[in-house]
C-alpha cells in the first residue's frame, strides 16, 4: 500500500452492522435503506477500497459466522491485521446486555489486544457499540457513560457509540471523521476551519461533500435539533441531483432555500474538484440567508488559501 494507503479491519459477531457502517461512510448508501432491506451477511473477507480526500482507505470486512478462526490462526491473523492502521471491533447493544454475550464481547477485545501485542502490530484497536439507539433516550446519556468507564478501566481502548437510525447517525459519520482525520492532514483543516467558523453561532450546522456527494466532513451547534440531520441529508442529496443539472447549462455558484422548519440552507459549490471536495452546505435557523451567503464565502476563501496553499 502506499504511503497516504490506510488498512481499517472491520471485525465483529454476526449482524452486528459492520458492513452497513462501511457502506452507510464510504459508498453513501442511505440508512434508511439499510434498515428496510438488512443486507446478506458478508461471507469470507470482503475487501473494498475506497479514496476519502487525501487517503485511500483499504477495508477489510470479516465474516461474522467464523470470526473468531482469527483468534487462533497465526496465517488469518497475519493476513489480516498485518499492515493495519485500525482495528474496529464491533459489538451491539443486544449482545452487550445479554451477561454471556458480554462476556464474550469483553474476552474477544482481551484476544485482540494480546495478538497486537504478541504480533507486534501497528494498529490502533478502536470499539464500536453500535445499535445504542435501542437505548431508551433517556437513558443513553447514563449508559455511555457507565460503558465507557468499564471500556477504560478495562482495556484503555477507545469506544464510540454508533447507530444507523436516521436520528442517531450522525453519530457514526462523527466517530469515522474522528477516527480517520487522525491520519488525514486535509481533514484535518476541513474540520478546524468548519468549527471555528460556527463557535459563536446557535441551531447551526455546517458539512462538506466530495466528488461522490458522501459527507466528509461536518460540525454542528450543541443546540442544534439532531431529529433534523436525517431531512437534511436526504434533502441536500436531492439538491445535488438538482445542482448537477443546473451547471450542465449555466454557471451556478450556490443554491439558497427555507425548509418549513425555518431553516435557512445554502449550498455552495466550492472550486476545489482537483482535491475531490465539491459542495460546502451551511443551515441555521437564526443566520438569515444573506449572512448565510456571506458566511459561505468567507468559509470558501479560507478553505481555497489553505487546502491549495497550507496557508
Not at 227 to 232: E, K, N, V
Not at 282 to 301: F, H, M, Q, V, Y
Request: charged residues 25%; hydrophobic residues 40%; negative net charge.
Amino acid at each position: 500500500m502506499s504511503i497516504n494507503s490506510k488498512k481499517i479491519v472491520l471485525i465483529g459477531r454476526p449482524e452486528v452492522g459492520k458492513t452497513s457502517v462501511k457502506q452507510v461512510i464510504f459508498e453513501g448508501i442511505s440508512p434508511q435503506d439499510l434498515i428496510e432491506t438488512p443486507l446478506k451477511p458478508t461471507r469470507g473477507l470482503a475487501t473494498s477500497q475506497y479514496n476519502w480526500l487525501d487517503l485511500d482507505c483499504v477495508i477489510f470486512d470479516t465474516a461474522g459466522q467464523n470470526y473468531q478462526d482469527i483468534f487462533v490462526q497465526e496465517k488469518k491473523q497475519l493476513r489480516i491485521f498485518g499492515g493495519s492502521s485500525i482495528i474496529l471491533y464491533l459489538f451491539d447493544y443486544i449482545a452487550w446486555v445479554e451477561e454471556e454475550d458480554k462476556e464474550v464481547i469483553l474476552k474477544d477485545i482481551a484476544t485482540i489486544q494480546e495478538i497486537l501485542a504478541q504480533g507486534d502490530y501497528k494498529s490502533e484497536l478502536i470499539l464500536f457499540l453500535h445499535k445504542f439507539d435501542l437505548v431508551q433516550e433517556g437513558e443513553r446519556k447514563k449508559f455511555i457513560a457507565e460503558v465507557s468507564e468499564e471500556i477504560k478501566k478495562e482495556f484503555g481502548e477507545r469506544i464510540f457509540f454508533t447507530s444507523i437510525v436516521p436520528k442517531l447517525i450522525y453519530s457514526l459519520y462523527s466517530a469515522i471523521y474522528e477516527i480517520l482525520s487522525t491520519f488525514s492532514e486535509k481533514r484535518a483543516i476541513l474540520k478546524e476551519v468548519l468549527d471555528e467558523n460556527i463557535k459563536e453561532l446557535s441551531n447551526s450546522m455546517f458539512f462538506i461533500t466530495n466528488e461522490n456527494n458522501n459527507i466528509i466532513a461536518q460540525t454542528m451547534t450543541k443546540d442544534f435539533e439532531i431529529s433534523y440531520i436525517h431531512t437534511i441529508h436526504y434533502l441536500i442529496a436531492q439538491l445535488n441531483e438538482t445542482l448537477e443539472e443546473m451547471k450542465e447549462t449555466d454557471q451556478i455558484n450556490h443554491l439558497i432555500l427555507q425548509t418549513r422548519e425555518e431553516l435557512n440552507i445554502i449550498m455552495n459549490f466550492l472550486d476545489l474538484e482537483e482535491f475531490k471536495l465539491k459542495n460546502l452546505i451551511l443551515i441555521s435557523e437564526t443566520l438569515t440567508s444573506n449572512k448565510l451567503i456571506w458566511k459561505a464565502g468567507d468559509i470558501s476563501r479560507v478553505l481555497n488559501k489553505k487546502i491549495k496553499y497550507g496557508r
